[in-house]
């Protein structure tokens, strides 16, 4: 079975600061890691993904993750925050089950607040 | 491509009223999922396609609701009869087996309003 947990469902950080969103999951196979953005009354867009190459992931505007097996962990970083960076960010963990099939997993969810 | 596409954008019907949604998945992508997006719930996995089957609906909430996928390139989410409780940001969103890793591609969501 696998599950992902979002540590934190808000975080507030000023703007030019960084930022950490923090992830955890549970998987049983090898997993496939992503994280969404999704602003305000927007669909959501894929940040950046982790599928068994390098373990730290660049995404786009400057956003990245480090896939850490022993800790479970998939953590989201910028180095220093941007207004534009105020959305609901998803960890997401998916593995490929037996049959060939699979189920994407969802995590609730972190509001990152940029304050000016 | 021009991404998943959803129709309508924005829906607003009367309690006891149909309401189909409807999706168009990237060219090319075997799978697709609709998912719920509530305040109070989150971001829901209502049912998932592989190859215009359905895979698992063990999300869909009730009986009132039933998702069709008659090809690759269209699905429908009915909700017959609607609810207040039905408002909610419906998304589709599709995927690819090979050679992606499972990312999934979101449409923009159709925001339903039952009154």
């Known amino acids: 079975a696998q599950s992902v947990t979002q540590l934190d469902s808000h975080v507030s950080v000023s703007e030019g600061t960084p930022v950490l969103l923090r992830c955890n999951y549970s998987s049983s196979y090898s997993p496939s890691l992503f994280w969404y953005v999704q602003h305000p009354n927007k669909g959501l867009q894929l940040l950046l993904k982790?599928?068994?190459?390098?373990?730290l992931v660049k995404g786009i505007n400057g956003f990245e993750a480090e896939f850490k097996k022993s800790e479970t962990s998939f953590h989201l970083t910028k180095p220093s925050a941007h207004m534009s960076d105020a959305a609901e960010y998803f960890c997401v963990v998916s593995d490929l089950l037996s049959g060939g099939s699979y189920i994407p997993t969802f995590g609730r969810g972190t509001s990152l607040i940029v304050h000016p | 491509d021009a991404g998943v596409i959803q129709s309508p954008r924005h829906e607003v019907t009367e309690m006891g009223q149909e309401v189909t949604l409807r999706c168009k998945p990237i060219?090319?992508?075997?799978?697709l999922f609709w998912y719920r997006q509530t305040m109070m719930r989150g971001l829901e996995l209502l049912i998932y396609f592989n190859n215009n089957v359905p895979i698992d609906d063990s999300g869909m909430p009730e009986d009132r609701f039933s998702a069709k996928m008659p090809n690759a390139s269209f699905s429908t989410l009915k909700i017959q009869p609607s609810e207040p409780r039905d408002s909610a940001v419906y998304f589709c969103a599709s995927s690819q087996t090979v050679p992606s890793s499972y990312e999934q591609y979101f449409g923009p969501g159709t925001r339903l309003t039952v009154t």
């Open positions: 060219s090319g992508h075997d799978y």
């Open positions: 982790y599928t068994s190459a390098a373990t």
